[in-house]
């Protein structure tokens, strides 16, 4: 297959590279900064794209002429999730592109309504755009929290304090509500190129729909007990109070938001509260047929450079 990674040069993007590379597939790449992408990366791919906004129609068609697959990798600003992937979703239609991946690689929000979570409204919006006006239906994965997001490893992610998160990267803290022991699952960037390359490659991947998958399932306390362990340092865990206590302290957040983007500030807070109080779907399952071998708890610890 030739399958165009769009937002090529992100962290993720680079991953996707690689699984596909692997598996014998040609990558087209469509990014803004070309410069992002290492040159082992660069001289993986068929062709690049620049494309200097997402919004710009002839690139973007550009990237899309010709290939098999097309994977929307882009950051989550709203913009790139809606407005962008509706630019991408359009380019591939008039391409004849049968194969779609949404941006996704999150947390099962299908149960979730607009307004419940800032961050994933546009995708919840999105996912139901295709259904209505389009004769693709892009593929979904939910994978729960990226593990390097979760531990705020640098250049990818923050699910710290200032967002309102649980893992404190530079204090070595963990603070949590409710009883720290509920369920929750977590990928790696790698393990989610795997598993999303399995998903493409398969016959009939334009059909699949929804798919569960992760690399290890956890509680917080558990998080604490192993990193203790692997990494050798001491975590400080503080319970701040009850699920009943996050609610209120998300939603007072959320009333003195005075512009969208400050929706960053207290995010990790709603992040927390869906995961505790079953809002996200559960359990998730992986499908046999993804030949995958899952990163472990363990592993990631030991081969990721954290702070």
């Known amino acids: 297959m030739l399958v165009l990674v769009a937002g090529v040069t992100g962290n993720l993007g680079g991953f996707l590279v690689d699984s596909f590379t692997h598996r014998g597939h040609r990558i087209r790449g469509l990014a803004r900064n070309p410069s992002k992408l290492s040159r082992e990366r660069r001289d993986l791919l068929e062709s690049f794209v620049h494309v200097k906004l997402g919004c710009d129609v002839e690139q973007v068609e550009k ?13 989550g600003a709203p913009e790139n999730v809606l407005e962008g992937q509706i630019i991408l979703l359009r380019a591939a239609e008039k391409a ?19 307004g419940m979570q800032e961050t994933y409204g546009p995708m919840i919006m999105f996912r139901r755009y295709p259904e209505l006006t389009s004769s693709i239906k892009p593929v979904h994965i939910y994978c729960g929290v990226l593990a390097e997001v979760f531990f705020s490893v640098p250049g990818h992610g923050d699910f710290g304090p200032k967002c309102g998160g649980v893992w404190d ?46 690399s290890f399932v956890t509680s917080l306390l558990n998080i604490v007990r192993v990193y203790e362990e692997v990494r050798g340092t001491k975590v400080i865990t503080e319970c701040k109070g009850s699920v009943m206590d996050l609610r209120r302290e998300a939603l007072e957040a959320r ?29 998730y399952k992986i499908s046999n047929k993804l030949d995958v071998m899952p990163t472990s708890l363990e592993s990631f610890l030991k081969q990721s450079h954290l702070i």
């Open 63 to 75: 990237a899309c002429s010709g290939v098999d697959a097309v994977i929307c990798a882009y950051s």
């Open 255 to 283: 009333s003195r938001m005075s512009k969208p983007y400050e929706s960053f500030e207290f995010c990790g807070m709603f992040y927390q509260l869906h995961t505790i109080d079953g809002t996200y779907r559960r359990s």
């Open 96 to 114: 004849g592109v049968k194969h779609s991946l949404a941006n996704t690689w999150n947390c099962d929000w299908r149960d979730m309504k607009i």
């Open 169 to 214: 990267a530079y204090q070595k803290r963990l603070q949590y509500y409710g009883t720290g022991d509920k369920p929750w699952y977590v990928t790696t960037e790698h393990d989610a190129a795997e598993f999303t390359a399995e998903i493409i490659q398969l016959e009939k991947s334009e059909q699949c729909g929804d798919w569960h998958v992760y």
